[in-house]
């Protein structure tokens, strides 16, 4: 099929090369020039593995191309996948949709022959008929513009496998012509035996922040535990074990640490506690908002680690490094970082801050410049009077701790994240605390 993607950030790349990659002609969309000149170029401006090779091989081959002219892509595509950015609102509490129907305005004027709008974007209930509404009103083709609703479940830092392997299609739809359409743009992902929920344009609104919300939920909730195992003196890891050998429960996805971040999680789940309070399932909105309530305190439960570590010593003045600035491992975004948000709260307590991260050193400078950065991991240690672990990325636990102390460096290390095995930097000499492991 000839599709566009309309929309070129942590999203729409790689859909967009990973429809090139089915087999599909692929236009890409974006108002920055810049980039789309990048990308002709097959250079990726993000971090997603896999992501630079695919994007370099289909701009080679001429499968895949760039544009900052949405008319272009009108004149061309059969199928449009919109993709845009559905930051959270002014009221910190929905959805700005602004850039969809910014999309749709633009777009839909040059639709002149049957076509099929794809909605990526997570959006609030309701969104589709809305933009149904608004497509055929401003399309010459009118009613022959189909829209359909299919939200996208990709993690960052596996965006290409997500979207050429995903466990689930969901497609929210009214006619046959959006199915069918539908169908045949995923068609190599069906035939691999890849379920495709057909629903309702509602339920698939809804399907993605109910996901989302989920996975905030038992990230918080295990975060709570470890306050607990904190106040008790038991071991979060083993209660992991213990839940996660459970069907029902599971242990994916239940890792302690300083909270979830990103740029999907905190909004779908402010966003889908928003909707609760607006459907008037207000037990429910009490349920969201306590698992809100436990994350946004991750930080302050991270301080109180690090000032029983320091044992009386004040963070006033002291040096301490921080490992990690992208939200989770596997990805250059820092947008929501917990690492981020501690590394503030380590400066407002007077400390100096040295932020180190394999790959999120650049944008964690555009974005919070106040901070020293390295991506220099042995380096990082250089006169820090203390390390705190924020971000899981393999580097730190597949590091050997004997040879990072060969540097002027200091063995008092926190762990946020409960993911260092505590016996070899012990016997090497680190002072290791963890959340959720007091004495341990």
């Not at 993607?5 to 967009?16: E, K, Q, R, S, T």
């Not at 829209?147 to 046959?176: C, K, M, S, Y």
């Not at 460096?409 to 095995?421: E, F, G, I, Q």
Request: hydrophobic share 45%; glycine share 10%.
């Amino acid at each position: 099929m000839r599709v566009s993607v309309i929309g070129c950030g942590h999203l729409g790349i790689p859909h967009a090369a990973a429809m090139a990659e089915l087999g599909h002609e692929v236009i890409g969309v974006d108002v920055d020039q810049a980039k789309v000149d990048r990308l002709n170029a097959g250079e990726c401006p993000i971090y997603e593995a896999g992501l630079p090779e695919l994007l370099a091989r289909h701009t080679a081959s001429g499968r895949l191309r760039f544009t900052t002219d949405i008319r272009e892509a009108a004149a061309v595509a059969e199928l449009h996948f919109i993709g845009v950015g559905t930051p959270i609102d002014a009221d910190g509490r929905s959805y700005d949709t602004g850039q969809v129907y910014g999309a749709i305005r633009q777009l839909a004027p040059h639709l002149d022959q049957p076509c099929t709008i794809v909605g990526k974007s997570t959006v609030t209930v309701g969104t589709t008929a809305r933009v149904t509404a608004l497509a055929q009103r401003l399309a010459p083709a009118g009613e022959a513009v189909e829209v359909v609703w299919n939200p996208e479940f990709l993690r960052e830092g596996h965006a290409v496998q997500d979207t050429l392997r995903p466990d689930r299609l969901i497609a929210g739809l009214t006619t046959a012509a959006g199915e069918k359409a539908i169908r045949a743009v995923y068609a190599p992902i069906l035939d691999a035996g890849v379920p495709l929920f057909v629903t309702d344009p509602a339920t698939a609104e809804l399907a993605k922040g109910a996901a989302n919300t989920f996975l905030g939920l038992k990230i918080s909730y295990i975060n709570a535990v470890a306050d607990m195992c904190e106040a008790a003196g038991g071991d979060v890891s083993q209660i992991v074990d213990i839940l996660g050998i459970d069907p029902r429960i599971g242990s994916g996805g239940m890792r302690p640490g300083i909270g979830y971040g990103g740029g999907c999680l905190p909004k779908d789940v402010r966003a889908f506690t928003a909707s609760a309070r607006r459907l008037g399932a207000d037990r429910a909105a009490t349920l969201l908002r306590a698992a809100e309530e436990v994350n946004e305190s991750r930080a302050d439960v991270a301080m109180d680690l690090v000032n029983r570590a320091l044992a009386g010593r004040s963070l006033k003045g002291a040096r301490v490094t921080v490992w990690g600035a992208a939200f989770k491992p596997g990805t250059n975004d820092v947008r929501e970082s917990p690492a981020l948000a501690l590394a503030h709260a380590l400066q407002r307590a007077g400390a100096t801050v040295t932020v180190h991260d394999p790959q999120a050193v650049a944008t964690a400078m555009v974005r919070n410049p106040e901070f020293d950065y390295t991506d220099d991991l042995p380096a990082s240690l250089d006169g820090a009077d203390l390390v705190v672990l924020a971000t899981e990325w393999p580097d730190y636990h597949q590091t050997d701790p004997a040879a990072l102390l060969t540097r002027p460096a200091t063995p008092l290390l926190v762990d946020c994240r409960t993911t260092l095995d505590p016996e070899p930097w012990r016997t090497a000499g680190w002072t290791l605390h963890q959340l959720g492991r007091p004495g341990k």
